[in-house]
């Protein structure tokens, strides 16, 4: 096969390939804010699968939990169940404090859904620092942190069985409306209320 052949068989490729990422992207943005049951495809979601993670709490639980600060809240909007390697899922589901936000302003879950396998592997060092909440879940711990985002996260990681379950509440640095006596408060309250499967 000489070059030019060659040449035009990976220039179509790329187009091609190109295409179809500038409709996954297109389709992506067409989710709304409300939309639980939709999930993005990407190589790494699953489209028709659903952890069940956006039911486990009420909003009007967390609204009521989280006070003042969530007086506009919005979602939850489901990340879609992702591939974590090897038959582990995830799942991630975002509460806007504001129309419009992103999850570095919200309160939001995580689930990490294990096998037995590879829960051993992590089971040591999951939920085994910070203060013991209880009545949730196997085991549970609350824990602050400021990522590199610049923000300020207050989290109660939560153990049931082989699940691994997050409590997030993530501000701006600059425009937090917890501390973290209060934070753990509120989000004790929503991981008590939550049903842990």
Same mark, same amino acid.
């Given at each position: 096969?000489?070059?030019k052949?060659?040449i035009? #068989? ?10 179809? /990422?500038? &409709?996954?992207k ?15 495809? $990407? #190589? ?5 699968e659903d952890?069940g &993670? ?8 967390i609204? %009521?939990?989280? !006070?003042?600060?969530?007086?506009k809240? $919005?979602g939850p909007n489901? $990340?879609g169940? +992702?591939?974590?390697? !090897?038959?582990?899922?995830?799942q991630?589901c975002? /509460? ?7 999850q570095?302003?919200s309160? /939001?879950?995580?689930?990490?859904? /294990?096998s @037995?396998?590879s829960?051993?592997?992590?089971? *040591?060092i999951t ?10 879940g ?9 990522? &590199?985002?610049? !923000? ?7 153990? @049931?069985d082989?699940?691994?379950y997050l409590?997030?509440i993530?501000?701006p @640095? *600059?425009a937090? +409306?917890?501390?973290?006596? %209060?934070?753990q ?6 991981a008590?209320?939550? @049903?842990?499967n």
């Amino acid at each position: 096969m000489n070059k030019k052949v060659v040449i035009s #068989i990976v220039g179509i490729i790329l187009l091609v390939v190109a295409g179809g /990422y500038m &409709l996954t992207k297109k389709d992506s943005n067409k989710s709304t804010a409300t939309d639980v049951s939709k999930t993005s495809t $990407t #190589i790494e979601q699953k489209d028709a699968e659903d952890l069940g &993670l956006c039911n486990i709490v009420d909003i009007s639980t967390i609204k %009521s939990a989280l !006070g003042a600060a969530a007086e506009k809240l $919005t979602g939850p909007n489901n $990340t879609g169940v +992702t591939s974590l390697g !090897g038959g582990d899922k995830g799942q991630t589901c975002v /509460y806007p404090f504001k129309e419009g936000g992103n999850q570095s302003d919200s309160f /939001y879950t995580d689930l990490a859904d /294990y096998s @037995k396998e590879s829960f051993d592997k992590v089971a *040591d060092i999951t939920a085994n620092s910070g203060t013991d909440i209880s009545g949730i879940g196997d085991r549970a711990k609350f824990t602050s942190s400021e990522p &590199l985002t610049g !923000g300020v996260e207050f989290t109660i990681t939560a153990v @049931k069985d082989t699940k691994v379950y997050l409590f997030v509440i993530s501000q701006p @640095k *600059d425009a937090t +409306t917890f501390d973290a006596s %209060s934070a753990q408060t509120a989000l004790t309250k929503i991981a008590q209320a939550a @049903k842990l499967n």
